[in-house]
């Protein structure tokens, strides 16, 4: 396996496939804490990677709407109205929208926030032995 230190704005170098899976390595877990994300290239496809609570998702960097670095962008949540009609703040650090004309997704399923016509492709990501991988 290639070790290659990420960052937000991705890597030197192509990060290669772990010899026995098809799994990628993309950051130490130290080096993504909760919060933050990283953009690597992975077999030629901009891959993003989000830690959201100790979770990790990863998403395609390929903005569907006119092929924007979708991942790049402001790191929020949303508005929402709960039982009694009133606006809340929920789910910060799940949407991210797009810098180039704020289009908005889920960064733990890929959906984009306003129509089910459009999804980010999502992929396994998951952290071991203190490593993070995803899987194409």
């Known amino acids: 396996m290639t070790d290659h230190t990420p960052t937000s704005t991705g ?10 899976t098809d799994r990628h390595r993309v950051a130490a877990a130290v080096d993504l804490p909760p919060g933050d994300r990283v953009v690597v290239d992975v077999e030629g496809r901009e891959v993003a990677v989000f830690n959201v609570d100790g979770e990790y998702h990863a998403l395609s960097n390929y903005c569907p709407h006119q092929g924007g670095p979708a991942c790049e962008g402001l790191v929020s949540g949303t508005l929402e109205v709960d039982g009694d009609d009133e606006l809340v703040w ?6 991210v929208a797009c ?27 998951y952290a071991e032995d203190g490593d993070v991988y995803i899987e194409l």
Do not use: Q
Not at 99 to 125: C, I, K, M, N, Q
């Open 99 to 125: 810098p180039w004309h704020g289009w908005e997704f889920d960064v733990t399923d890929g959906h984009h926030t306003a129509s089910d016509r459009y999804r980010l492709p999502v992929y396994e990501a």
């Open 11 to 20: 890597t030197d170098e192509p990060i290669e496939a772990d010899e026995h």
């Open 90 to 95: 929920d789910r910060a650090g799940e949407i």
